[in-house]
């Protein structure tokens, strides 16, 4: 082949050149290859240039290795050149770089065991691939067992799965997926749980079949081959096993660093375990049995945590724990016998020293005599023809004969375990087909090769020839198909080597005949097999160096088998003492495992070597048993082999060749050396060469036009493809042997298609460089262009520079001389003026001194003059006082002298007497003279008294003024004083301070001294501060900038912390609705799995005398609600009171209205007070004890108010009924006459009415008043409380202390605030355990209350107000006295909120007894109206004396109450002719059409408001619970049908609605109308019906949701993924045998507009149903998530899709998407975030993904995909052509370090069956019920308009 396409060595092609270490290595050619050239000049990868020799004699040229867009397809028969090289690059490709481990070869699917757990099969995935065809998905396990179980379903052909491969490649755990899948898909046809049973089967079957072997842990050491049975509806019944050839030899020996079987170190892990005690083992390296490995652990492996799984895995299947205990005996007892000693006796006998502890426990756990056992361990027994003798054994045969003993035992035991586990698994229905699982040894070569791997190689061949036969039939008929000229292709046929053992006289057949001969030996066997076959056949050889050895060539290698053993394994004997001594066992599980073949009971017949025995003889020879014993194991093997062949070729085969990477369990590590020795012997490579031989590339004709269509000119494309592709491809390629066409593909040799890939590439290249040069051209061009613009400008600006510098030089000259000119004139003028101005100064200064000498001159002459005439004067003055005072002086002297003379003289004259007498001379004359003087004085003093009296008064003026003036002068003459002491004292002061001021001058001078230099000290001091002033200001602003950061984040941490927790809210709420709904979902279809039990039990066992009743009819009995006995005890007690109060029907009535009313203010009102609970709690904590009292004392006389209210309504409604009963007594006496009593009482009731009306609505305005200004009071202390920051205080701070301060108060307000809030979550916490007991009393206080009210319900209406308000007041009186009695204040606090809510319920009450008093006001003036129009008419017909005959009953005139409209009256019999007409028989899309949406559902609810109108439940339970289940039914029956159930959905969510609009609750009255409100339903409350209707409704969303999805399914992964939309964009890349869906656009063929006309199908229908539009938007999410997450799963398991075109074709049908719902508005339902992981899918599709910024932008982008689906997405993205790149390994490690923290689902696929949990928002009709006209076409004639 490679000689043929010489053209294709060129310089550049690369080959593959053979390499010991690699096995291939590839190369670049430096030289183009000539034809006859001996050389090839060759460039390794790593740059090293060498020579390549050709061989001389064939020339064969190296293989070419396939362009880089071929590398790493998903099948190796896509490559264009199939070859060894090629094959092991492309899966190391993908097993290292892309770590797939699954890859398919054609039929078969290549496993490579990746030595790490994998999450790649968990239940997501199982149902990706369920219903998938195998080409279209990635290559998986689950392909294969999808591709068998849907064959088997489509051709009702049984299948196979073979898995075959080396030990520890991974056999056992992929056919342990394989019947995981099958179990999972297909579930069980029964409540038996089959599938359970059959995963079961794995643990068991390993622990007593697997070991620990130097290649792999869990080593199969048997083959099997388990049939998985299905019934005609492909449902797991059964199962059955079939084992081969289990490893005997391992219970007695292993090699180093391997492990016995699992089940014996499991046993001794479990040793501990009481029920174990008396197995009396210990550790596993304490038996010889399963220490000779040497290493008894396995890394990771807990053998006591394996050891319960298997125990489990026993108790499901069926095996009590008693045979358990006897197993784990047998299996203590084996563990036992092999630390038997025995010890020589002689040479020729031996023995076992007595009382041997392991053979004693041994005996006791058999069941067995120990000197039995120990005499024939040691002696056998020799039969003749007439004689028995028993001879003593060596000590060696003796200890092999114990170790068969032990392996006859061990191998009875796993048939028995078998057996059982076919037992439980057997299948109680009749099986109509079956897939086979094969899990067998692969081809075995090791040093030294004995009997069992020739076994193993032998089964190997047989399972190759039926493989190449099956792949040559697969290939025959392909090209039978597509009519291509079928040549016979060579292939290996390994028929000789299957003849050479299995043949007569093969090594078969002379093994057994050595066998039956007396000395026959294995020498003397090979001598036979050289004698026979070593020249006869050239597949046998004899090795050069040995003479008991023989090579046989298989098809995989040449293996040399060592001839030692051979005979003694192929006998298999067993000392036949020693089997009868345990046939004499106590032990009943012993004795039946030993049973003969005829008497052993198993469940599904024989299994394993049974199978193959022959049947016993009827007769029963006694020799029978021992002459079946006797069969060689080769012959059994031989007979079990052909049986298994030929199930095999009864069924449709698919392969699984499971790769053993490396030898060390390496995860992830690739040995080429191992692998391509692995390929070599599975066959794989066998596939590739019978592929190449013949035409190995196939392409339809479609994906040949789209791939190269670049190759083709214009002119040669036709209108037909095929004759286009034939026309061009004749051009291309001008060897017509290269390809051939077919009806729909062309087929091509081996290395056409990478020709093909050269020439599309070349195109390009030429095409790129064509465009490059066009495009280097255009820029070169462009920047001439522009430099040359560029040199022109710079030109002009130049010369412009240059001239304006001239200018400038001549202007700077110019300027330059001027400046000169200026400059010298001014220096001139200046040096002038300078000394102008100095003359004039020195003349100035001159003058002025002159004239200062002058007048200093006169100046001190003037002074001197001053100063002489100052003196002069002065000492003239001095001498005047001096001269003055000495007179003065001297005139006092004298006169104290004078003075001091006649004083003395006076004195002495005094003491005489003389003087005495000389004074009485005359005395009495002058007395006389005295008196006549007095009497004169007396007179004038008359007048003077008279003058005097005048003057007294001016004299009393004056003496005021002179006392004042005296004060003054008093107060002066002190002050002078003081001023005096004064004077002194500041004189003295004077002094002092001359002093101080002298040392304080001095002081001053040091001061100033000090001054200086603190002057100095305190500058370098400010400024050192303000430089720490400035510092501190920076560190003020950083703090400041740092809080007000750290207050941003605080209130951003906030607000995503609440954002968080509501979000967490949501997500709990919506957890917790599609929780429910799901649970809706398993209550569906447990009822439709009930419905259908019982219409197979119906149809099975028909009843006799039974009559078919109307198709229409539901059994209402079995189907009905729990509404419905809810229902029905209503009945009852109604129908009792309607016996007792028939004529009281109207009150009743109103009653039961009002009381459902009550209830559901009463759920409203504790809702409301639930929520406000809270507040009042944080403000009670903080009210004081004054308002405490303050709001108690409040609260008592709202109460007392309350009740005196209470108390006049129930006046007001005891006037009213006396009223009623007076009219309605006295109705036929003239009631309505002038001046009646009735006449004057209905004056008196409405003037009372009316007063006491305007009374109560004061009253209620004051209490209402009261209660929204202490709620007010309460939300603005609760305001108050919560914590207020004020960043902005912070920046009024002056300093760094302020701010330190601020802080650290700041860090104690945390701390106070901490403490607050754990101490408000204790109260909280207590205060909410308070409530829970509130509630339990509400909830008791609620049961008393009905019971009440059932009680006052039998009073008449006068006496059931008295009562009710009666008990009222009993209660509270109570309460309170029991408040007043306790001091617990949190009772007290409980009782006022208990207080406040029995207040807004009163007040409620008090609303609506104001309405009815309204009414009845309204009533009032109707009769007053009534009266006074009869009082006119009866005076103007009657005469005074003219009494009324007819009595005239006014109050029965309006009835405008019962007035009722917009009601569909019906008959009791017509309601099955109802319900079949409006829902089973309604077609959907005629009422769509031509009637109003939601007509039926109108219907309904009209017929539902005339049963509740005349008060009859048993039609309203009846209605409802028939409408419910005929909805039922017809979605059960029509459920498919996206129509029929948009439109019941429409009509349920309405017929909820109208129930909820008109159930008299305020909430839902809020929209409707007068006449709407009138509307409302009056008797019964239908609120747990509209709960039934709403999981209805949800039952019916989901299945729409779920027909939805089953229409979109088939088109999303077409629409979007494989279409190309955008034409041209992407290529198709060849592909292998397993052909995918084609992308092109074909007839039939799903598209882009095909999902979107669907979409608009859905949404058209909806619309016209009249679906809620929220319920559209809802529909609309869930749809776009369905999409999604579609497109996303099979993005992820689709290696084709995962390129860089295909993520803008994505992109694109996404955007059209998009732009879908802006055409319907329904941007805002969320429906395009459910497309946002794949839009970053599709994004990481197109991104650079090349440097660690492209890694950061990417984990930035990609926030909603996981982090194992980017890097799946990275690891499958190919590029199409040769100038894209791959991923890097080294760039996907980097996005896994970079994700790591991400705390997200490991989950890879997105779950396709997530539904949206649905809410359907109220949506009030605006539609007038009166007004809906029911058109003829329904055939509703029966019902009648009221």
């Known amino acids: 082949m490679n000689q043929e396409l010489h053209y294709m060595f060129v310089k550049f092609a690369r080959v593959w050149i053979p390499d010991a270490e690699e096995v291939w290595k590839s190369a670049e050619l430096v030289k183009d290859y000539k034809p006859g050239d001996g050389i090839l000049h060759l460039q390794l990868e790593e740059g090293q240039e060498i020579e390549h020799k050709l061989d001389p004699k064939t020339k064969n040229l190296p293989h070419l290795r396939n362009p880089d867009i071929l590398v790493g397809e998903n099948d190796l028969t896509a490559l264009s050149y199939l070859h060894e090289p090629a094959v092991l690059h492309n899966l190391k490709v993908r097993f290292i770089d892309s770590k797939l481990i699954y890859t398919y070869c054609g039929i078969v699917l290549v496993a490579i065991n990746p030595y790490e757990t994998l999450p790649i099969y968990g239940a997501d995935i199982i149902n990706a691939y369920s219903g998938q065809n195998m080409g279209d998905m990635d290559p998986h396990i689950f392909a294969v067992a999808e591709e068998a179980y849907k064959q088997m379903a489509r051709d009702e052909r049984n299948q196979s799965i073979i898995v075959s491969g080396e030990s520890g490649a991974g056999k056992t755990v992929s056919a342990k997926y394989a019947m995981r899948y099958f179990a999972t898909v297909s579930g069980s046809a029964s409540e038996a749980n089959v599938e359970e049973k059959v995963l079961a089967s794995n643990p068991i079957m390993e622990s007593i079949g697997n070991a620990k072997t130097t290649r792999n842990d869990n080593s199969s050491r048997f083959g099997k081959y388990i049939e998985i049975g299905f019934d005609k509806r492909f449902h797991i019944i059964g199962a059955n096993m079939r084992t081969y050839l289990l490893e005997k030899s391992r219970v007695v020996f292993q090699a180093d660093e391997e492990r016995n079987y699992h089940i014996f170190y499991q046993l001794c892990a479990s040793s501990h375990l009481p029920e174990l ?153 009749k099986q109509h087909s079956f897939i086979g699982v094969l899990d067998i040894y692969g081809f075995e070569t090791f040093e030294i090769n004995s009997f069992e791997q020739f076994c193993i190689n032998y089964a190997n061949e047989k399972l190759q020839q039926q493989f190449n036969m099956h792949v040559f039939k697969l290939e025959q008929e392909e090209y039978m198909k597509e009519q291509i000229p079928w040549t016979l292709i060579d292939f290996y046929d390994n028929q000789p080597c299957i003849n050479l053992i299995e043949s007569k006289m093969g090594i078969l057949d002379l093994l057994d005949e050595e066998c039956k001969m007396p000395k026959g030996s294995d020498d003397s066997w090979a001598q036979k097999l050289y004698n026979t076959h070593l020249k006869t056949c050239a597949l046998f050889e004899k090795p050069r160096m040995s003479n008991r050895a023989f090579i046989i060539q298989h098809f995989a290698d040449k293996v040399e088998y060592q001839c030692d053993g051979f005979l003694e394994k192929n006998k298999d004997t067993v000392n036949e003492e020693q089997i009868n001594v345990l046939k004499a066992s106590k032990f009943d599980l012993l004795v039946e495992l030993f049973q003969d073949e005829e008497k052993a009971t198993t469940p599904t017949g024989p299994t394993g070597k049974r199978m193959l025995s022959v049947k016993p003889d009827p007769r029963g020879r006694p020799n029978q048993s021992s002459k079946e014993h006797k069969k060689t194991v080769g012959l059994q093997f031989r007979n079990s082999l052909h049986l298994l062949m030929e199930t095999l070729n009864a069924t449709t085969p698919h392969y699984v060749r499971c790769i053993k990477p490396n030898d060390f369990k390496y995860p992830f590590t690739f040995d080429p050396k191992r692998a391509v020795q692995q390929l070599r012997a599975c066959g ?76 599309r590439a070349d195109k390009l290249r030429a095409a790129c460089i064509r465009i490059q040069k066009t495009i280097r051209c255009w820029l070169a061009r462009k920047k001439y262009l522009r430099m040359k613009k560029a040199s022109v400008t710079i030109q002009r600006f130049v010369r412009g520079h240059l001239a304006r510098r001239l200018v400038k030089f001549m202007r700077r000259t110019r300027s330059a001389i001027i400046i000169q000119k200026y400059q010298r004139m001014y220096v001139e003028r200046t040096r002038f003026k300078r000394k102008k101005a100095a003359a004039l100064a020195m003349q100035c200064i001159l003058r002025a001194y002159l004239a200062r000498q002058s007048y200093n001159k006169l100046l001190r002459e003037h002074k001197t003059i001053l100063i002489q005439k100052m003196v002069r004067g002065w000492l003239a003055r001095q001498w005047y006082k001096r001269s003055m005072a000495a007179i003065v002086y001297l005139q006092c002297c004298v006169r104290r002298m004078r003075a001091r003379r006649e004083l003395k003289k006076l004195k002495i004259e005094a003491r005489s007497v003389q003087h005495y007498k000389k004074l009485n001379i005359g005395m009495e004359n002058k007395i006389m003279q005295l008196q006549r003087r007095i009497e004169e004085q007396s007179k004038e003093n008359k007048v003077i008294n008279e003058r005097l009296n005048g003057l007294e008064s001016s004299h009393a003026v004056e003496t005021e003024k002179l006392k004042k003036e005296v004060g003054r002068l008093r107060n002066a003459e002190e002050d002078a004083k003081v001023n005096s002491n004064k004077v002194t004292s500041l004189l003295e002061e004077l002094a002092r301070l001359r002093q101080e001021l002298a040392t304080t001058q001095k002081d001053k001078k040091v001061i100033e001294d000090w001054a200086e230099k603190y002057r100095d000290e305190m500058e370098q001091m400010v400024s050192e501060l303000k430089e720490q002033n400035g510092l501190l200001k920076g560190e003020k602003e950083d703090l400041n900038r740092l809080i007000q950061e750290q207050s941003q984040q605080m209130t951003e941490k906030m607000k995503r912390v609440l954002q968080e927790e509501t979000q967490q809210l949501e997500s709990d709420l919506n957890e917790e609705r599609s929780r429910y709904q799901n649970l809706l979902t398993e209550h569906l279809r447990l009822e439709e799995r009930y419905d259908d039990l019982k219409e197979s039990i119906t149809i099975a066992v028909p009843k006799p005398g039974h009559r078919r009743t109307d198709s229409t009819h539901s059994s209402n009995e079995s189907e009905s609600t729990y509404m419905s006995e809810f229902a029905e005890s209503e009945e009852g007690s109604r129908a009792g009171e309607d016996m007792t109060r028939g004529g009281d029907m109207s009150t009743f009535l109103k009653m039961q209205k009002r009381v459902s009313e009550l209830e559901q203010d009463k759920h409203s009102l504790q809702n409301e007070l639930d929520r406000r609970e809270e507040q009042f709690q944080r403000a009670r904590a903080r009210d004081d004890e004054e308002h405490k009292k303050a709001r108690s004392a409040e609260l008592e006389y709202e109460s007392l108010k309350r009740q005196e209210l209470e108390s006049e309504n129930k006046k007001l409604k005891h006037n009213l009924n006396d009223m009623r009963q007076l009219l309605s007594g006295n109705a036929g006496a003239g009631s309505s006459a002038p001046g009646s009593p009735a006449y004057k009482v209905l004056l008196e009731q409405l003037n009372s009415a009316n007063e006491e009306l305007d009374v109560r609505k004061d009253e209620v305005l004051i209490l209402r008043s009261q209660l929204v200004s202490h709620k007010e009071a309460m939300q603005h202390k609760e305001t108050m409380t919560e914590p207020m920051s004020h960043p902005e205080d912070l920046h009024k701070m002056k300093d760094a202390g302020e701010i330190t301060q601020a802080y650290m108060g700041l860090k104690d307000n945390n701390r106070l605030l901490e403490s607050q809030l754990q101490m408000q979550r204790r109260r909280g916490e207590e205060e909410v355990e308070g409530l829970r007991g509130e509630l339990q009393r509400m909830k008791e206080e609620n049961n008393r209350q009905q019971q009440l009210l059932a009680q006052n319900l039998q009073l008449p209406p006068e006496a059931r107000i008295e009562a009710s308000l009666q008990h009222e007041i009993t209660r509270l009186t109570n309460e309170n006295l029991e408040m007043q009695n306790t001091d617990d204040p949190e009772k007290i606090r409980q009782y006022r909120i208990s207080v406040l809510k029995r207040m807004i319920d009163l007040m409620e009450q ?251 199908a859905f949404h058209s229908i909806m619309c016209q149903h009249g679906t809620d539009p929220e319920l559209i938007k809802q529909v609309v999410k869930q749809q776009f998530y369905i999409i999604g997450a579609v497109t996303l799963n099979n993005l992820l398991l689709r290696k084709d899709m995962c390129s860089w075109s295909k993520g803008m074709q994505i992109r694109y049908n996404v955007s059209q998407l998009e732009e879908w719902l802006r055409e319907k508005n329904l941007m805002m339902c969320s429906a395009k975030e459910t497309l946002e992981p794949l839009i970053q899918a599709a994004q990481l599709l197109q991104v650079k993904k090349k440097t660690d910024e492209d890694a950061e932008a990417i984990c930035s982008m990609c926030n909603a995909l996981t982090t194992s689906q980017i890097v799946k997405v990275l690891n499958l993205y190919t590029p199409l052509n040769e100038f894209e790149e791959r991923v890097s390994v080294t760039f996907i490690r980097t996005i896994q370090t970079r994700l790591r923290d991400r705390m997200e689902s490991p989950q890879l696929l997105m779950d396709t069956k997530m539904i949206y949990p649905v809410t359907f928002p109220f949506n009030p009709s605006s539609l007038a019920l009166e007004t809906i006209q029911i058109p003829t076409s329904l055939n509703l004639a029966f019902l009648t308009r009221v």
């Not at 009382?355 to 426990?361: E, F, G, K, P, Q």
């Not at 017509?736 to 290395?751: E, L, P, S």
């Not at 319900?1475 to 959907?1484: A, G, S, T, Y």
């Not at 769509?1488 to 408001?1505: D, E, K, Q, S, T």
């Open 277 to 429: 005690k008396t197995l009396k083992l210990g550790k596993a390296d304490e038996f010889h049995y399963t220490k000779q490995g040497g290493n008894p652990v396995i890394d990771g492996v807990n053998d006591a945590k394996e050891m319960t799984n298997t125990r489990q895995a026993f108790t499901l299947l069926g095996i009590n724990e008693s045979y358990q205990m006897g197993l784990f005996n047998i299996l203590a007892s084996i563990l036992h016998l092999g630390n038997v000693e025995i010890k020589d006796r002689d040479a020729d006998s031996c023995q076992v020293p007595p009382n041997n502890s392991h053979l004693t426990v041994f005996c006791e756990l058999m069941g067995v005599t120990y000197q039995d056992m120990s005499h024939w361990l040691c002696h056998r027994k020799l039969k003749t023809a007439n004689e028995t003798y028993i001879k003593t054994t060596p000590k060696l045969q003796a200890i092999n004969s114990r170790d068969a003993l032990a392996k006859h035992i061990y191998a009875k035991l796993f048939n028995w375990i078998v057996d059982h586990v076919n037992q439980a698994l057997h299948a109680n229905v």
């Open 684 to 759: 794989v490579l066998e596939t590739i060469r019978i592929s190449a031989a013949g035409f190995p590339s196939r392409w339809t004709y479609q994906e040949f036009f789209s791939r190269y269509r670049v190759l083709m000119k214009q002119k040669d494309v036709l209108a037909d493809k095929k004759l286009t592709c034939k026309n061009v491809l004749e051009q291309l390629v001008q060897d017509q042997d290269k390809y051939q066409f077919g009806k729909t593909k062309i087929f091509f040799r081996a290395g056409q298609v990478a020709y093909l890939e050269k020439l």
């Open 1406 to 1656: 008090l609303e609506k007894q104001d309405k009815t008093v309204r009414k009845l006001k309204k009533q009032l003036k109707v009769f007053a109206k009534k009266i006074g129009e009869l009082e006119v008419g009866q005076g103007e017909s009657v005469s005074p004396g003219q009494t009324v005959d007819e009595p005239i009953r006014p109050v029965n005139i309006p009835r405008r109450e019962k007035d009722f409209q917009g009601m569909l009256e019906y008959k009791k019999e017509d309601e099955l002719k109802l319900v079949k007409n409006l829902i089973l028989e309604l077609k959907p899309r005629g009422v769509a059409v031509n009637l109003i949406p939601g007509l039926p559902a109108y219907i309904l609810f009209m017929c539902l408001r005339h049963a509740d109108y005349v008060n009859d439940d048993q039609k309203v339970r009846s209605l409802l619970t028939c409408t419910i289940n005929s909805i039922k039914k017809i979605l059960k029956k029509r459920g498919d049908d996206f129509e029929t159930v948009s439109f019941w959905l429409s009509n349920t969510c309405r017929f909820l609605h109208c129930l909820k609009q008109y159930s008299g609750d305020e909430q839902f009255m809020k929209h409707n109308s007068t006449k709407q409100n009138e509307h409302c339903l009056s008797n019964f409350d239908l609120a747990e019906y509209r709960q039934v209707l709403s999981d209805l409704a949800i039952q019916i969303y989901q299945q729409l949701i779920k027909c939805m999805e089953n229409i979109l399914q088939p088109m999303i992964v077409s629409g979007m993924l494989e279409h190309e939309t955008i034409q041209g964009v992407s290529g198709i890349k060849p592909t292998g045998l397993r052909k995918r869906t084609s992308s092109i656009a074909d007839e039939g063929t799903y598209t882009l507009e095909s999902i979107l006309r669907q979409l608009n």
